[in-house]
């Protein structure tokens, strides 16, 4: 919020709609993002906020410059103020937010969704889409989800039932519940180092069976763990003390990732990002059992 708050100026209206990503979410993720808006033809029509796309994962060339290219303009910031609508993803458990500010104080519309991962979440994320927008979703993307479809009906037979430790940031964790129950996975243990009663009502709203850890260390994680049957890990890769001590396969998602390669092109969010992941969680399960 600070960054709005310090460069939105009043000007000219522009009609065009602020998307600020509210997590910590990977350059491929944002990518994924930009193309979404190129491919319904409506790019130049949305801010994004912070466009890491670029900027955090930034090519190798020759004369590398001290500042990679790319990012948000300054001027695009300073204009957020004169959009018409702002919808922010993630960071819907944060007190202040870009949204709020720009809703308060120079009287832009603001939303709130949930993360796109997972089915349910991403397509709450495309039908507002397609009302910001009035074009219907690409063609490309009513593929993705019927592949998706395709891939929840292919792993059910593995993750069903299957106890499951989320732990990490608190939109991140948000999804990934949902998109495990809904290939009926048992999120066992759901933790993040927040503290927030609506993440806890959100999370029962998903599932009533999980305990709850709320600005949770791995201290706390742990002792959680030892207490109760948990066959798969999904967090940050801080996670992989208790991994190792437990002997449970930990898959890696969210940052930090310290001890693997490619945390800047995983890609989690949408139809496409969701079918990743569920691969990922059920090679992980596949791989321990065949030991």
Known sequence: MSVVAALGRWNEPNNNVNLVIGSVVSPADVRA????????GCRDDFIILP???????????????????????????????????????????????????????????????????????????????????????????????GRLLDTMADVHKYLA??????????????????LLREVGAVPAIVATGYI???????????????????????????????????????????GKQISQKEHIPLVRVGLPNHDRVGANRQLILGYEGAGRMLDALTNALLEERSR
């Open 33 to 40: 993002l930009l193309d979404m808006l190129a491919d319904w």
């Open 51 to 145: 466009d890491i796309s670029e900027t955090l994962d930034a090519p190798l060339v020759e004369n590398m410059p001290a500042m990679p290219d790319g990012g948000t303009p300054l001027q695009d910031v300073a204009d957020t103020a004169n959009s018409r609508e702002t919808l922010t993803i993630g960071g819907r458990f944060q007190k202040d937010f870009a949204g709020a500010f720009l809703e308060e104080n120079f009287g832009v519309r603001s939303s709130v969704l949930p993360l796109p991962i997972g089915l349910e979440h991403t397509d709450l994320f495309m039908s507002r889409m397609e009302e910001l927008t009035g074009r219907c979703l690409p063609r490309k993307y009513e593929a993705e989800r």
């Open 161 to 178: 039932g299957v106890r499951v430790a989320v732990f990490g940031d608190s939109d991140i964790v948000l999804g990934l519940t949902r």
């Open 196 to 238: 927030s009663s609506s993440f806890e009502a959100e999370i029962r709203a998903i599932s009533a069976d999980p305990i709850i850890l709320c600005g949770a260390d791995f201290t706390d994680i742990h002792s959680h763990i030892c207490r109760g049957r948990v066959d798969l890990m999904l967090g940050t890769s801080n």
